[in-house]
């Protein structure tokens, strides 16, 4: 049997030179040498991992474990090499013969899948041990996979605003607080939001948008999945003298029996809703709305209306289990054919990549904290995901859409100006 080097395998699966520099646990290596970024495969389990799950979930186990380590990135943000990579590296796909007789050089083992990281979800098939998809027993656990890490971490990734989505940056040179306020501030225009109106603001988070409203007299209800984003925002709620107006409460947004809101805000949480679900979610929160009342949808989309709306292995596997991301142009339909008037729509996806540039940007000033907070494990998921997601909204894989909508009064009135009476 002839033996092959594993940096030979990826200069024989390259088409073209390498970005980036990069040498194995056997001594091989391949690349410039004097790249700046120079990638390390560590060890066989590191090999195993990309065999035996080809393409983003087989990378993400690797570097997850450490196995797979990554030289000239600031801490732990890898978005230089990614986006490296994604401008320079283009691989072929090999023959069946070339992946056999490779697999034969490397010796057959690195075909045995090794145990997931421990940071890794439940697959798709064991996940119906916790219900089905979307049930609300699996939403649970999906939506606390996710938040419950620690809220002492997410103060140093989100920064003191704890908002985890999009900010709306007024100029480029604007703070991530700023743009954060800004973009809580473009929500309450759009909903038309005024002293003694009532909000209910569900996936509300850590009740940013909920305390926005308050502070400006409106009289809000935020619930989230997630108990220890409801401990924190009640906790800040009471801190700010506003527990006369604001409230956060723990539980599934179906529980909300409350009904005849002014406005209802969904700010990123459509995408763990389900693209089955949408008519029912939409139902719902039109059912919470008084006659006359506005409903802002903000959420994560993909570029077309057609592309499958499960998100990828390591996404699935590490941070959005049972995440759905579809076309704004299906919200839009959704929301129509349920009875909602929609009045206006934007697409936010350069100011999700500023801001994701921003969460990274905390990461790394933080890391130490973060690597005692949650592990090394941890913190090395959410900087590829932050990474890889900055990416994909800068080459517009994915984009965040605003979706403004009414429920009319019955003899149609939408109690909208002729120009819209917010501030862009």
Known sequence: MTQIAVAEVLDRLADGPLPFGFSAYDGSSAGPPDAPFHVHLANERGLRYVATSPGGLGLGRAYVAGDLQVDGVPGGDPYPLLRAAADGLRLRRPSPVEAARWARGLGLGV??????????????????????????????????????????????????????????????????????????????????????????????????????????GVRALGVTLSRQQAEWAQAR????????????????????????????????????????????????LQGRLRDGGRLLNHSITRPTNTARPRAGGFIDRYVFPDGELTGSGRIISTMQDVGLEVRHEENLREHYAMTLREWGANLTHHWDECVADVGIGTARVWGLYMAGSRLAFERNEIQLHQVLAVRPEPGGASGFPLRPDWTP
């Open 111 to 216: 075909l045995r899948p090794p145990e997931p990281p421990p940071e890794e979800h439940l697959s798709r098939l064991r996940r119906l041990a916790e219900g089905l998809r979307h049930s609300r027993q699996r939403d649970a656990e999906a939506i606390s996979h996710h938040y419950d890490v620690s809220n002492t971490f997410y103060e140093h990734v989100l920064g003191p605003s704890m908002t985890y989505t999009c900010a709306c940056f007024p100029t480029p040179q604007a703070t991530l607080e700023e743009a954060q306020e800004h973009k809580y501030a473009l929500v309450a225009g759009k909903l038309g939001l005024h002293p003694g109106m009532r909000l209910l603001d569900v996936g509300c988070g850590w009740g940013g948008m909920v305390r926005h409203a308050a502070r400006a």
């Open 237 to 284: 709620i009471e801190a700010e003298g506003l527990a006369d107006l604001a409230e956060v409460r723990y539980g599934d947004y179906r529980d909300v029996t409350d009904g005849g809101f002014d406005a209802v805000s969904s700010i990123g949480l459509t995408e763990h809703i389900g693209v089955a679900n949408y008519r029912a979610y939409f139902t719902f």
